[in-house]
T-cell receptor, first 115, second 115 residues
Framework: EAGVAQSPRYKIIEKRQSVAFWCNPI?????LYWYQQILGQGPKLLIQ????????DSQLPKDRFSAERLKGVDSTLKIQPAKLEDSAVYLC?????????????FGPGTRLTVT | GDSVTQMEGPVTLSEEAFLTINCTYT??????LFWYVQYPGEGLQLLLK?????DKGSNKGFEATYRKETTSFHLEKGSVQVSDSAVYFC??????????????FGQGTTLQVKP
């Protein structure tokens, strides 16, 4: 079974530029999560989708971050414009069901450096 | 809000030493508790979990017991190997009315095992 795919793996941009990350979850997984992991910290949830609807985006900085999950499969996370403090690893995870009783499977992450 | 606190690292041990990584949590509901591991260059992987008080999760020689009275979920292994070198994250997921599967992570503990 293929795991969660993410691209690109690495991205370096200058502040005020825009960037987009892509995630392809495990086939059949209805729930998709985007986490931000700043160096030395644990991952923090940015947004959660159930199929193509948003379940939780309370921690998403909506003035600069946006995300979509068209057709309930792939998802894209965008930052525009980027700030220095956005430097982090962006993790995508998926699970069969939106419940703590179901395992979340994580992708390898996209490491973003904003200069 | 809910939170997870882990002992600070890095933890450096010799091969075959006993490992304990402390984890305590704060939650208003009855969370599920998890340990995730991140090996160098790889994504987060679920190591073990426990879903109710007094449950013991175990995998690959690692164990952790859900202690409701002390709100703890300490990770232990009797004899570590060099291959256990990684970053370990304790996490919780609320099982109450807001059960969305969202994970709240601790800051991570780096384990380095020397031959």
């Amino acid at each position: 079974e293929a795991g969660v795919a993410q691209s690109p793996r690495y991205k370096i941009i200058e502040k005020r530029q825009s960037v987009a990350f892509w995630c392809n979850p495990i086939s059949g997984h209805a729930t998709l999560y985007w986490y931000q992991q700043i160096l030395g910290q644990g991952p923090k949830l940015l947004i959660q989708f159930q199929n193509n609807g948003v379940v939780d985006d309370s921690q998403l900085p909506k003035d600069r971050f946006s995300a979509e999950r068209l057709k309930g499969v792939d998802s894209t996370l965008k930052i525009q414009p980027a700030k220095l403090e956005d430097s982090a690893v962006y993790l995508c995870a998926s699970s069969l069901v939106a419940s703590g009783n179901y395992e979340q499977y994580f992708g390898p992450g996209t490491r973003l450096t904003v200069t | 809000g809910d939170s997870v606190t882990q002992m600070e690292g890095p933890v450096t041990l010799s091969e075959e030493a006993f490992l304990t990584i402390n984890c305590t949590y704060t939650a208003t509901g009855y969370p599920s508790l998890f340990w995730y591991v991140q090996y160098p260059g790889e994504g987060l992987q679920l190591l073990l979990k426990a879903t109710k008080a007094d449950d013991k999760g175990s995998n690959k020689g690692f164990e952790a017991t859900y202690r409701k009275e002390t709100t703890s979920f300490h990770l232990e292994k009797g004899s570590v190997q060099v291959s256990d070198s990684a970053v370990y994250f304790c996490a919780l997921s609320d099982q109450g009315s807001s059960n969305t599967g969202k994970l709240i992570f601790g800051q991570g503990t780096t384990l380095q095992v020397k031959p």
